[in-house]
């Protein structure tokens, strides 16, 4: 694959952007095009639940890179135009427009989906947030007198909650889960996560399941839960999670299961790879296939992907980590840890709200949590790393 004279990347946002440049940055100097979806140049996703939807930014702010930097790329944006096929064998790639294009290598990073509530499509009122058209959209009608049900208590639907409730909107969240991100962070964080959210203004309506959208004249009034309970809502935010954007890949012959499915190179055939929220491959440490929707893992995996299309022969075993920030705090997180985990606070105390958790299971370490403790999280990350290692050599 060192001899390649053209890439193809399906997908312009953070993944595909990173490859890119770490393309370039790996010598390549052939030609280089990127595909989007979307009419925009490549923007950031985490600002939006925040700093854009409480328009703090304006959009241009949201950018990955400046337009003179997009340039010295000399890569060719096709954007507003999605794909809507993939010819594995001949490496070529049809979009909704009717172009035919075909390079010596593909890249997919086409990331994913929201999931939506049956219904929800029909009913105004009724948002999803995941793009930054979404993202505008539902600051608009964003309003202090607004009653705004968010549903889904994982990181996105907290996000919103903490934005909304910061603009003055009546909010409440639901879920089937006791408290936000309880089987990411465990009880012990998850409650004081909860206890934040109560503090500031957020309704609880968690351990409930939605059974539906009430709706009038086209327009959603209310949320039904499992329990028969018909919560009130001017707005409705679905954040009950995403998935991997793969309709366009059915007809391909790649395997896809919750995602496309890769090796621990992040290569899904000859000549295909596949980056970011899309990719499920297997980590060569933790030996099973992993997929992880978050800013980090794009860029992280952005630049295996670049070196193993040059020829090297690199496998992707990252240390996971994502971060979410809600009113005043940020929570940090490395590894991949579970409800069940055993939780040992290591550095802080939770009285302060300033504390880091070590997890493990098994005694192994499965990953740290941090909160607003970044620098004593980051140092942390090595217990990470370390258990890491040895799950690698044990597996050799």
């Known amino acids: 694959m060192s001899a390649l004279s053209s890439v193809l990347v399906i997908g312009a946002s953070a993944a595909g952007l990173s490859t890119a440049d770490a393309l370039r940055r790996q010598g390549f100097r052939g030609k280089l095009t990127l595909v989007g979806a979307e009419p925009h140049l490549p923007y950031d996703r985490p600002p939006l639940s925040k700093q854009v939807l409480a328009g703090t930014w304006e959009p241009d702010r949201t950018r990955l ?81 607004r009653r705004v049900v968010v549903v889904g208590e994982g990181v996105l639907g907290a996000e919103v909650c903490a934005t909304a409730r910061t603009l003055g909107a009546t909010v409440t969240m639901v879920g089937p889960q006791p408290a936000p991100l309880a089987s990411q962070l465990g009880p012990l964080v998850s409650g004081l996560l909860a206890d934040l959210h109560v503090r500031h203004g957020v309704e609880l309506a968690l351990g409930h399941a939605v059974d539906g959208l009430v709706g009038e004249e086209g327009r959603v009034t209310g949320v039904r839960l499992d329990d028969g309970r018909v919560l009130p809502a ?17 007809d391909s012959g790649l395997a896809i299961d919750d995602g496309v499915v890769c090796d621990s190179r992040c290569r899904a055939t000859e000549g295909v790879y596949a980056v970011g929220d899309v990719a499920r491959w297997r980590h060569p440490a933790l030996d099973t296939p992993l997929r992880l929707e978050n800013r980090t893992n794009a860029t992280e995996q952005a630049q295996v992907v670049a070196a193993n299309l040059l020829g090297e022969d690199r496998g992707y075993a990252p240390v996971p980590y994502y971060w979410t920030d809600q009113f005043d705090t940020k929570i940090q997180v490395f590894g991949l840890p579970s409800a069940t985990d055993e939780a040992t606070v290591v550095d802080g105390d939770p009285a302060d709200r300033r504390f880091v958790v070590r997890c493990t299971r098994a005694g192994t370490v499965t990953g740290v949590i941090g909160w607003r403790m970044p620098k004593q999280t980051r140092l942390r990350r090595a217990e990470v790393a370390d258990a890491l290692s040895a799950a690698a050599l044990r597996s050799v």
Do not use: K
């Not at 935010?237 to 954007?245: E, H, L, N, R, S």
């Open 234 to 250: 001017d707005i409705v935010v679905v954040a009950v999670g995403a998935t991997p954007a793969t309709a366009w890949l059915r």
């Open 65 to 145: 890179r400046s337009e003179t930097a997009l340039s010295a790329l000399d890569a060719e944006f096709l954007l507003g135009d999605p794909a809507v096929a993939l010819d594995v064998t001949d490496r070529v790639v049809h979009t909704a427009s009717g172009r035919a294009l075909r390079a010596d290598a593909l890249v997919i990073a086409t990331g994913a989906e929201p999931r939506r509530l049956p219904g929800g499509d029909d009913l105004a009122g009724v948002h999803v947030l995941r793009t930054l058209d979404d993202a505008l959209t539902l600051r608009a009608s964003l309003t202090p007198s």
